[in-house]
T-cell receptor, first 115, second 115 residues
Framework: EPEVTQTPSHQVTQMGQEVILRCVPI?????FYWYRQILGQKVEFLVS????????KSEIFDDQFSVERPDGSNFTLKIRSTKLEDSAMYFC?????????????FGSGTRLTVV | AQKITQTQPGMFVQEKEAVTLDCTYD???????LFWYKQPSSGEMIFLIY??????QNATEGRYSLNFQKARKSANLVISASQLGDSAMYFC????????????FGAGTILRVKS
């Protein structure tokens, strides 16, 4: 079954450093998303991406964050100048269409720890 | 106001019994979709079941069924014949068609299946 692949599975970074989280969505999917889950808390929407541009973003997704689709397969989330409170699980997801009835396929997540 | 409310932080169920996980939602949108996801201790998000606001029948997927009561704005997940592998966190989520295609998640319910 097709899956969304995220790398790395774990990342530890020093406060103030930049990190890039990588995702390979399902190949025929057109919509891509990033979500965040702070430990023990709910999953929060960060950003959606379609047709090579951001289609929607939350208030969490400020200038510290950026997304990119550098080639035909990868979808990345860059976090600049990381803070302790950026420590969380970051999920990439993709969907075939906007109105899918089958949910969004999530990757296994990248656990980011900022020290 | 919370868009998605899951009032049960934790639930226990005996193996082979059925269990209902509660979810209520708040929206003024006429067109929306409701999703349930399972998150085992390994962290990945697994799509379980979907219910569209215009669907007249309750959704079912194997041992999972969704008790959709539109007037009460509730979308409870019913798991029949619980198995030890069902122990996990369960999230209810909603997509409102008028507000893009992001998912809004509830706080989750931890389910523990006892042998």
């Amino acid at each position: 079954e097709p899956e969304v692949t995220q790398t790395p599975s774990h990342q530890v970074t020093q406060m103030g450093q930049e990190v890039i989280l990588r995702c390979v969505p399902i190949s025929n999917h057109l919509y891509f998303y990033w979500y965040r889950q702070i430990l023990g808390q709910k999953v929060e929407f960060l950003v959606s991406f379609y047709n090579n541009e951001i289609s929607e973003k939350s208030e969490i997704f400020d200038d510290q964050f950026s997304v990119e689709r550098p080639d035909g397969s990868n979808f990345t989330l860059k976090i600049r100048s990381t803070k302790l409170e950026d420590s969380a699980m970051y999920f990439c997801a993709s969907s075939e269409s906007r109105d899918t009835n089958y949910g969004y396929t999530f990757g296994s997540g990248t656990r980011l720890t900022v020290v | 106001a919370q868009k998605i409310t899951q009032t049960q932080p934790g639930m226990f169920v005996q193996e082979k019994e059925a269990v209902t996980l509660d979810c209520t939602y708040d929206t003024s949108d006429q067109s929306y979709g409701l999703f349930w996801y399972k998150q085992p201790s390994s962290g990945e998000m697994i799509f379980l079941i979907y219910q569209g606001s215009y669907d007249e029948q309750n959704a079912t997927e194997g041992r999972y069924s969704l008790n959709f009561q539109k007037a009460r704005k509730s979308a409870n997940l019913v798991i029949s014949a619980s198995q030890l592998g069902d122990s996990a966190m369960y999230f209810c989520a909603m997509r409102e068609m008028e507000y893009g295609n992001k998912l809004v998640f509830g706080a989750g319910t931890i389910l523990r299946v006892k042998s």
